[in-house]
């Protein structure tokens, strides 16, 4: 059964950046058939998608991130990463990590890491 | 962007009772991409419907999905108590990605 875990700091202070992983098992990220994503959710709001990176390393990311976002692959260990520069309290939240099909007729979440809330704070 | 607009945003109902879910969308989403997900209280959402009302693997009957166009609703046909969350749908139509704002089912 695959899973996704999320790992990285949870409290991080304003102006740096933030660095998140997502470790992949019982799947691997080397897959034509799916992209790997990320999603936040800010305390008591709704999802909002951040971007997404297929294994060869191809992104998209959400314009409403101003550019801030990085995401990325490591196919030798399994984990795709997300950065996040310019830190404000308004980037407090949930973070998830996910996997999504690959083309455009399967852009939803199948599976999902359980969350690690990041803090932004000083 | 498409902008997903749902209702009611709270729903108050007793287990048993049908639960009718809508998601309306600020440009037509074609070719039915829009998927519903369930979140519970700390959870990570689950996949409910993806194309509009394709169940995904291991989701209840009780669970469908229907609409078209800017329109698109889920349906709870008899809630049972694992049923009482917050529901989200998604469109993957175009980029970027959007969610609803949620409409949570509670328990009356």
């Known amino acids: 059964q695959l899973q996704l875990q999320e790992s990285g700091p949870g409290l991080v202070k304003p102006s740096e950046t933030l660095s998140l992983t997502c470790t992949v098992s019982?799947?691997?990220?080397?897959?034509?058939?799916?992209?790997w994503g990320w999603v936040r959710q800010s305390p008591g709001k709704g999802l909002e998608w951040i971007g997404c990176?297929?294994?060869?390393?191809?992104?998209r990311d959400n314009p409403s991130l101003k550019s801030r976002v990085t995401i990325s692959v490591d196919t030798s260990r399994n984990q795709f990463s997300l950065q996040l520069n310019s830190l404000t309290a308004a980037d407090t939240a949930v973070y998830y990590c996910?996997?999504?099909?690959?083309?455009?007729?399967?852009?939803?979440?199948?599976?999902w890491g359980q969350g690690i809330l990041v803090t932004v704070s000083s | 962007e498409i902008v997903l607009t749902q209702s009611p945003g709270t729903l108050s109902l007793s287990p048993g009772e049908r639960a009718t879910l809508s998601c309306r969308a600020s440009?037509?989403?074609?070719?039915?991409?829009l998927a519903w997900y369930q979140q519970k209280s700390g959870q990570a959402p689950r996949l409910l419907i993806y194309?509009?009302?394709r169940r995904a693997t291991g989701i209840p009957d009780r669970f469908s999905g229907s609409g078209s166009g800017t329109d698109f609703t889920l349906t709870i046909s008899r809630l049972e108590p694992e049923d009482f969350a917050v529901y989200y749908c998604?469109?993957?139509?175009?980029?970027?990605?959007?969610f609803g704002g949620g409409t949570r089912v509670e328990i009356k």
């Open positions: 996910g996997r999504r099909g690959y083309n455009s007729d399967s852009g939803f979440f199948d599976f």
């Open positions: 019982g799947g691997s990220v080397i897959s034509s058939s799916y992209r």
């Open positions: 990176v297929s294994f060869s390393g191809s992104t």
């Open positions: 440009q037509s989403v074609s070719n039915y991409y």
């Open positions: 194309g509009a009302s």
């Open positions: 998604q469109q993957y139509d175009s980029s970027p990605l959007t």
